[in-house]
């Protein structure tokens, strides 16, 4: 942790399940209380900056990743501007994009940066400040650096209570905000690949089949998607969140585990099935690509709201 520099969360999807296996006395308890209806989870606006308007994304690609990977990754950002790239059948990256611009009341338009390929120029054991020094090595001026490691890389922390994070820290032209998220195989696809893959407690229900054929990046697109709504809604820990600041709900952690209707703890909901593939997905993007989305707190109704 760097003082007053930087903000990391959590976004580990093995949380989910967890709430399936509470122990008994503690189910019991919550059935005798199910006439009551939970208080609506609330992201309070804590009066900072957000982002918005045209706001770049360079990827920092850090160890190796084959160029079907690259493909699937870079097609994903730039599905998120519909106007950009043109429109798909709904349900798109790009609707679900959208809900970030009833945060700040304007639209949040991502456009892909740079890419940059980084040969383990800083070892295959990652903490926190190699990954600040790896985002500030490149522009930042309406920018955030997003890293990506690859499987081979070990991350501080990585696993144990995080599948990414995004941050912040100061430059020459003032704070950027910054982001990493790694590929969780052979590492821990049960905790940060899930529902491509059984999780590490709880139902041990069939994984989903992933829609690009790929666990660990198809895992990677969740968690990108759920660092970057974070990002641009709390980027530098004054946006919106719910709880404490050092470990806050936000834009898509508050409704982890829900990609479709019907959710609940240690299932993903309904979503759509590819007829020829059999695999899952909620959202189409650029060259018909397929992804599964987690859903995104709506600051307008209160709810989590997935696409499907």
Known sequence: MFPNTRFWFTICSFLVTILA???????????????????????????GQLL???????LIWYGKF??????????????????TYGRQPEPTVASWWSTTQKY??????????????LNYTLGKSLNDAKLEAL????????????????????????????????????????????????NSLPQCPDQCAWPFH????????????APNRDVGIDGMIINIATVLAGTV??????????????APLEAVTACTGIFGSGAFPGYPGTVLKD?????????????????????????????CKPLV
């Open 21 to 47: 296996v509470l122990p008994s006395s503690q189910s019991a308890f919550t059935r005798k209380l199910a006439l009551v209806q939970p208080p609506a989870t609330v992201l309070k606006y804590h009066k």
């Open 52 to 58: 918005f308007g045209n706001v770049t994304v360079n």
């Open 66 to 83: 084959t160029p079907t990977q690259r493909a699937i990754v870079v097609d994903f950002i730039r599905s998120l501007s519909q106007k």
């Open 104 to 117: 700040s009341g304007r639209p949040v338009i991502i456009s892909l940066g740079k890419q940059i390929s």
């Open 135 to 182: 985002a500030s090595k490149y522009s930042h001026v309406n920018t955030i650096n997003f890293i990506l490691t690859a499987s081979d890389v070990s991350v501080y922390d990585f696993c144990m209570n995080r599948c990414g994070t995004h941050g912040w820290t100061r430059g020459k032209t003032g704070k950027f905000p910054y982001a990493w998220v790694g």
């Open 198 to 209: 059984r999780p590490i407690v709880g139902p041990q229900t069939p994984p989903l089949v």
């Open 233 to 246: 809604t709390n980027p530098f820990d004054q946006g919106y969140y719910q709880g404490p600041s050092t």
């Open 275 to 303: 007829k020829k593939t059999g695999a899952s997905y909620n959202a189409r993007g650029v060259r018909s690509r397929e992804y599964l989305l987690p859903a995104m707190w709506d600051p307008k109704t209160s709810t």
